[in-house]
């Protein structure tokens, strides 16, 4: 049983992120961009708290777009052998560290224990592969994608074991809600720094958020962008006229002055630009409190109320690694 968290308390962040007004302009007084701030994480690692995410691209379109968000300042990489684009995100961080003369511990990189080779074993064997077709030789942040019953606790010793060994810099979960949680807290040695949900305007799950706050547990969010019914909502519209941004990036406002590390995923250069320029501006607690009154509890991939599952049968979420045409291409490409 874990007796001591060494507790960071990122709660104090909630609803203050950001938020400061320079006297002079009234605007944010950030020194630095949002790509270059990181957050403290319980064991001390430093993490960016914006960063990119790639599910649903192919090999090609992982590794164009790893190589556009590093050039751009991107320090943040979030994949899963799921997505089935390992290789794409390994070859293009070799490249991009090459081309923008970066060194791999400039970067920080997430993947995460597929559903399919949850177990103790299982777990430790595909971590090797893992790292082979990132080309990497450690990771920064290993997550257990999804809690699947009777698996997940031995699933979390074994990654226990790799961050013991120092083979993974920080361990977390994802979609693990308050009773999982405090399952793995009984049964580990090692609190899991992170969990990675969903949120966004339509999903705020304040009560988990409440919670990992005060165990000093970060909050990472998946699909930060909330999908169609968010990016076309008239209130959050009318805020983005008002600061003069777009849709987007008024809702990734939101979510980091929520407290949530953010991981946009696209496939378009232009929009991985535009999603971190959400530095010049701040949302007023009023537009954070209209933003707030949207939610639904509304999950993209989810089942009724936080029940648990075994598999696909029940989550919707297939234990199937995308199978893209170009995987054999990435895995062997070399770097110019
Ligand atoms: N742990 C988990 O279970 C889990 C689940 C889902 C996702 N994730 C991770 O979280 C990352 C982000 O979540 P997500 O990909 O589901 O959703 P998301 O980042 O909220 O949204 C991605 C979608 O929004 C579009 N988009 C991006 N920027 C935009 C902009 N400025 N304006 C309009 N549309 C924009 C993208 O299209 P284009 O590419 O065409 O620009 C894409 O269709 C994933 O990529 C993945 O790394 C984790």
Same mark, same amino acid.
Request: a negative charge.
């Given at each position: 049983?874990?007796?001591?968290?060494?507790?960071?308390?990122?709660?104090?962040?909630?609803?203050?992120?950001?938020?400061?007004?320079?006297?002079?302009?009234g605007?944010?007084?950030?020194?630095?961009?949002?790509?270059q701030?990181?957050?403290?994480?319980?064991?001390?690692?430093?993490?960016?708290v914006f960063?990119?995410?790639?599910?649903?691209?192919?090999?090609?379109?992982?590794?164009?777009?790893?190589?556009?968000?590093?050039k751009?300042?991107?320090?943040?990489?979030d994949?899963?052998?799921?997505?089935?684009?390992?290789?794409?995100?390994?070859?293009?961080?070799?490249?991009? #560290? $090459?081309?923008? !003369? /970066?060194?791999?511990? *400039? =970067?920080?990189?997430?993947?995460?224990?597929?559903? +399919?080779?949850?177990?103790?074993?299982t777990?430790?064997?595909?971590?090797?592969?893992? #790292? $082979?077709?990132? !080309? /990497?030789?450690?990771? *920064? =942040?290993?997550?257990?994608?999804?809690?699947?019953? +009777?698996?997940?606790?031995?699933?979390?010793?074994?990654?226990?074991?790799?961050?013991?060994?120092?083979?993974? !810099?920080?361990?977390?979960?994802?979609?693990?809600?308050?009773?999982?949680?405090?399952?793995?807290?009984?049964?580990?040695?090692?609190?899991?720094?992170?969990?990675?949900?969903?949120?966004?305007?339509?999903?705020?799950?304040?009560?988990?958020?409440?919670?990992m706050?005060?165990?000093?547990?970060?909050?990472?969010?998946w699909?930060?962008?909330?999908?169609?019914?968010?990016?076309?909502?008239?209130?959050?519209?009318?805020?983005?006229?008002?600061?003069d941004?777009?849709?987007?990036?008024?809702?990734?406002?939101?979510?980091?002055?929520?407290?949530?590390?953010?991981?946009?995923?696209s496939?378009?250069?232009?929009?991985?630009?535009?999603?971190?320029?959400?530095?010049?501006?701040?949302?007023s607690?009023?537009?954070?409190?209209?933003?707030?009154?949207?939610?639904?509890?509304?999950?993209?991939?989810?089942?009724?109320?936080?029940?648990?599952?075994?598999?696909?049968?029940?989550?919707?979420?297939?234990?199937?690694?995308?199978?893209?045409?170009?995987?054999?291409?990435?895995?062997?490409?070399?770097?110019?």
């Amino acid at each position: 049983m874990i007796t001591n968290f060494g507790l960071k308390l990122e709660g104090l962040l909630i609803y203050t992120r950001g938020s400061h007004k320079s006297k002079k302009e009234g605007i944010c007084s950030m020194e630095k961009s949002i790509l270059q701030e990181t957050t403290k994480l319980a064991n001390g690692v430093e993490m960016p708290v914006f960063g990119l995410g790639v599910w649903k691209c192919s090999n090609k379109e992982a590794a164009d777009s790893v190589q556009v968000a590093i050039k751009n300042g991107y320090r943040l990489i979030d994949t899963a052998k799921q997505y089935g684009n390992q290789p794409g995100v390994g070859y293009g961080i070799q490249q991009a #560290l $090459k081309d923008n !003369r /970066l060194n791999r511990k *400039d =970067l920080f990189i997430t993947t995460k224990v597929f559903n +399919g080779d949850q177990g103790y074993e299982t777990t430790l064997k595909a971590f090797e592969e893992q #790292l $082979k077709q990132l !080309r /990497l030789t450690y990771l *920064d =942040l290993l997550l257990i994608h999804w809690p699947v019953d +009777g698996k997940y606790v031995d699933t979390w010793h074994a990654v226990e074991k790799l961050y013991r060994e120092g083979k993974v !810099r920080a361990i977390g979960i994802s979609n693990f809600n308050e009773e999982k949680i405090q399952e793995l807290l009984e049964a580990g040695t090692v609190m899991p720094q992170v969990n990675q949900m969903e949120f966004n305007p339509l999903v705020q799950e304040e009560s988990l958020f409440t919670y990992m706050n005060g165990i000093g547990m970060a909050m990472e969010a998946w699909g930060p962008l909330g999908g169609g019914e968010a990016l076309s909502n008239p209130a959050v519209e009318k805020i983005a006229q008002a600061h003069d941004k777009s849709v987007a990036q008024v809702i990734l406002r939101f979510d980091y002055q929520m407290g949530a590390i953010t991981i946009p995923k696209s496939a378009h250069e232009e929009r991985i630009i535009a999603n971190s320029q959400i530095d010049d501006f701040v949302l007023s607690p009023d537009e954070v409190a209209e933003i707030k009154a949207l939610n639904q509890e509304k999950h993209s991939i989810w089942y009724p109320s936080f029940a648990w599952h075994k598999g696909s049968e029940t989550t919707g979420v297939k234990d199937e690694v995308s199978h893209w045409d170009d995987v054999e291409e990435y895995l062997n490409k070399p770097v110019q």
